[in-house]
């Protein structure tokens, strides 16, 4: 079977589909990835072939301005119910990506001709170039889906591309959604999203890029260990919502070891602070495992990487989908969360503590963990997709 993986140039959206991906190959089929050309550096870095499609544009300066009406820095983020009053503008930057992408994608698969389009959730044009050639499309979600609760929005933002490419509609669920998340986490179903998930579990496999691992994380900390981890994606849409050297000083005040991890330069009185190590382009799952606590943004891949290695967490969202995020995580008992607006490093340093000495946090950690671990793995999945999908000629 030739399975296509679609995702525009947001690494965050791609990197959850390598697992996929990869048990795909090592079952057997053909492989490809469609995106971007500023993605095609990541996608060949984790050892699959890409196709360029489309051509790049400032997405981070068009989410910046959405984020800071969004994310204003006295009060909460908008959360899912107040976001909504935007309608379809929740969805303008992918399908302003979906735009770009969707002629060269339709051409790319016309030449390859896949049996099978894979494809992350806010890459719209994918299942539009599926139903333009009659073949299934299977959505790829992130973790917890908060795209889901967009889908409401997407048939009047989309109607221009759809008919643009002849078609009258277009189901952006795919004929399946491969979900990484577990149920316990994941979003309940929305009577404003008539149309049901078919969701397929699938066990999270962290993949977090290339890194290499210092050697002193193999040794055990003397004291407990607060990994502070702040999504370079934050950075990149506004500046204000890099709190990852705030967080850090205001925990090193507490009697623990603080590893910071960061893929950029940071303070260097930061890191000359005796109980904070600093690691640089690690892969998260490396350094989580080995942590007591870790603080967060609550982004998608670090949400799901903290929950498979059993660590509790403290999220601090500051956008609406991370609000989503650390709700769903709270629920289950497995951490909590703060809005910085209302957290000073008083709050920040008595919630961390109070993480670390409560045994009920740690436990639900584990339970979630198991939970996710009893998931059927990727190649599981690779078999279930291809007995489902596959031409008659391929099995």
Same mark, same amino acid.
């Given at each position: 079977?030739?399975?296509?993986?679609?995702?525009?140039?947001?690494?965050?959206?791609?990197?959850?589909?390598?697992?996929?991906?990869?048990?795909?190959?090592?079952?057997? /089929?053909?492989?490809?990835?469609?995106?971007?050309?500023?993605?095609?550096?990541?996608?060949?870095?984790?050892?699959?072939?890409?196709?360029?499609?489309? /051509?790049?544009?400032?997405?981070?300066?068009?989410?910046?301005?959405?984020?800071?009406?969004?994310?204003?820095?006295?009060?909460?983020?908008?959360?899912?119910?107040?976001?909504?009053?935007?309608?379809?503008?929740?969805?303008?930057?992918?399908?302003?990506?979906?735009?770009?992408?969707?002629?060269?994608?339709?051409?790319?698969?016309?030449?390859?001709?896949?049996?099978?389009?894979?494809?992350?959730?806010?890459?719209?044009?994918?299942?539009?170039?599926?139903?333009?050639?009659?073949?299934?499309?299977?959505? /790829?979600?992130?973790?917890?889906?908060?795209?889901?609760?967009?889908?409401?929005?997407?048939?009047?933002?989309?109607?221009?591309?759809?008919?643009?490419?002849?078609?009258?509609?277009?189901?952006?669920?795919?004929?399946?959604?491969?979900?990484?998340?577990?149920?316990?986490?994941?979003?309940?179903?929305?009577?404003?999203?008539? $149309?049901?998930?078919?969701?397929?579990?699938?066990?999270?496999?962290?993949?977090?890029?290339?890194?290499?691992?210092?050697?002193?994380?193999?040794?055990?900390?003397?004291?407990?260990?607060?990994?502070?981890?702040?999504?370079?994606?934050?950075?990149?849409?506004?500046?204000?919502?890099?709190?990852?050297?705030?967080?850090?000083?205001?925990?090193?005040?507490?009697?623990?070891? $603080?590893?910071?991890?960061?893929?950029?330069?940071?303070?260097?009185?930061?890191?000359?602070?005796?109980?904070?190590? $600093?690691?640089?382009?690690?892969?998260?799952?490396?350094?989580?495992?080995?942590?007591?606590?870790?603080?967060? /943004?609550?982004?998608?891949?670090?949400?799901?990487?903290?929950?498979?290695?059993? $660590?509790?967490?403290?999220?601090?969202?500051?956008?609406?989908?991370?609000?989503?995020?650390?709700?769903?995580?709270?629920?289950?008992?497995?951490?909590?969360?703060?809005?910085?607006?209302?957290?000073?490093?008083?709050?920040?340093?008595?919630?961390?503590?109070?993480?670390?000495?409560?045994?009920?946090?740690?436990?639900?950690?584990?339970?979630?963990?198991?939970?996710?671990?009893?998931?059927?793995?990727?190649?599981?999945?690779?078999?279930?997709?291809?007995?489902?999908?596959?031409?008659?000629?391929?099995?």
């Amino acid at each position: 079977m030739r399975v296509m993986v679609a995702s525009w140039g947001w690494t965050t959206h791609y990197l959850p589909m390598v697992p996929l991906a990869w048990a795909f190959r090592v079952a057997g /089929h053909e492989v490809t990835v469609a995106t971007q050309p500023n993605l095609v550096p990541t996608v060949r870095g984790s050892g699959l072939p890409a196709i360029p499609v489309g /051509h790049d544009f400032a997405t981070a300066e068009l989410e910046g301005r959405f984020l800071r009406r969004a994310s204003p820095p006295d009060r909460p983020p908008m959360e899912w119910e107040e976001l909504r009053a935007y309608g379809p503008r929740n969805v303008g930057l992918y399908v302003a990506v979906a735009g770009i992408m969707l002629d060269d994608l339709l051409a790319a698969a016309r030449a390859w001709r896949p049996d099978l389009i894979v494809f992350e959730p806010s890459c719209y044009a994918a299942p539009i170039v599926a139903a333009v050639l009659g073949i299934p499309a299977v959505r /790829h979600t992130w973790g917890v889906d908060y795209t889901y609760l967009g889908r409401e929005f997407e048939p009047e933002a989309l109607a221009e591309l759809v008919a643009r490419a002849g078609l009258t509609e277009v189901e952006t669920l795919g004929a399946v959604t491969v979900d990484p998340c577990p149920p316990s986490l994941q979003v309940p179903p929305t009577q404003r999203v008539p $149309v049901p998930v078919d969701r397929m579990p699938m066990r999270y496999v962290p993949y977090n890029n290339r890194g290499v691992a210092p050697a002193w994380l193999a040794a055990p900390s003397a004291r407990p260990r607060i990994l502070v981890i702040w999504g370079v994606s934050s950075a990149l849409w506004d500046p204000r919502l890099d709190i990852g050297g705030w967080a850090t000083r205001a925990l090193a005040d507490l009697d623990v070891e $603080v590893v910071l991890l960061t893929a950029g330069e940071i303070d260097p009185d930061l890191a000359a602070l005796p109980n904070v190590r $600093v690691a640089r382009n690690v892969a998260l799952n490396e350094v989580a495992a080995g942590c007591d606590l870790i603080v967060s /943004h609550g982004g998608l891949g670090t949400l799901l990487t903290a929950m498979v290695t059993g $660590v509790p967490q403290l999220i601090l969202p500051q956008t609406g989908d991370r609000v989503l995020n650390a709700r769903r995580l709270a629920a289950t008992g497995a951490g909590d969360f703060a809005f910085t607006s209302e957290c000073d490093e008083d709050e920040l340093r008595r919630r961390a503590a109070r993480i670390l000495a409560g045994p009920v946090y740690a436990a639900s950690a584990r339970v979630l963990a198991r939970e996710a671990d009893a998931l059927p793995a990727p190649d599981r999945v690779v078999r279930d997709l291809a007995a489902r999908f596959a031409p008659a000629r391929t099995r």
